[in-house]
């Protein structure tokens, strides 16, 4: 079964950084796009990030661009997202979510989440 | 960006009654819809992808249909592992998510 474990949430100050991992197991992990899609009470689930099989290739949703990084590291089957100048409205649980194929933007396995709270 | 509204927002059944959830699209998306179901504490889990493929171990009584702009998700005779938050979700171009719809216990 494919197992997507998250780490690297917590409480950070608004203005600073934070980098989440994602360690992928059970599968071809650099046969498959990943993203990052956070969920909030208020705003529901939303996609943040994705990144192509190879890395080559690394999308943003607006509300992020500029200060988030995605990456991966196919040899340590693991996904990255470097987060910085963080903002209260980033506050949210964060999935890592396995694509469908390359790139396809379905999800077809997530991992459980962690929380990240930007507050002062 | 293409807007995603779920309707309604909450719907109460009965165990062993027909539900039936509404996902409505600002702009076509073709055939490039996905439909999750979220339980309390837990990640999203997919349901059906391509408007109406069911995924992997979904039971037959999910059905999705529809395509453009307006597609509905099924559940035929609701079973108590049924009740569940239920999201739309657009593949079309950059992804986005609708804002759910919560199947209670009537």
């Known amino acids: 079964e494919v197992q997507l474990l998250e780490s690297g949430g917590g409480l950070v100050q608004p203005g600073g950084s934070l980098r989440l991992s994602c360690a992928a197991s059970e599968f071809t992990f650099s046969s498959y796009a990943m993203s990052w899609v956070r969920q909030t009470p208020g705003k529901g689930l939303e996609w943040v990030s994705g990144?192509?099989?190879?890395?080559?290739?690394?999308y943003y949703a607006d509300s992020v661009k500029g200060r988030f990084t995605i990456s991966r590291d196919n040899s340590k089957n693991t996904l990255y997202l470097q987060m910085n100048s963080l903002r209260a409205e980033d506050t949210a649980v964060y999935y890592c979510a396995k694509d469908h194929g390359a790139s396809s933007f379905w999800f077809d396995y997530w991992g459980q989440g962690t929380l990240v709270t930007v507050s002062s | 960006e293409r807007v995603m509204t779920q309707s309604p927002a909450t719907l109460s059944v009965s165990p062993g009654e027909r539900a039936t959830l509404s996902c409505r699209a600002s702009q076509s998306v073709s055939s490039n819809l996905a439909w999750y179901q979220q339980k309390p504490g837990q990640a999203p889990r997919l349901v059906i992808y391509?408007?109406?493929t069911r995924a992997t171990g979904i039971p037959a009584r999910f059905s999705g249909s529809g395509s453009g702009t307006e597609f509905t998700l099924t559940i035929s005779s609701l079973q108590s592992e049924d009740f569940a938050v239920y999201y739309c979700?657009?593949?079309?171009?950059?992804?986005?998510f609708g804002g759910g719809t919560k199947v209670e216990f009537k």
């Open positions: 979700q657009q593949y079309n171009n950059w992804p986005s």
């Open positions: 391509g408007a109406s």
């Open positions: 990144i192509s099989r190879s890395g080559d290739s690394t």
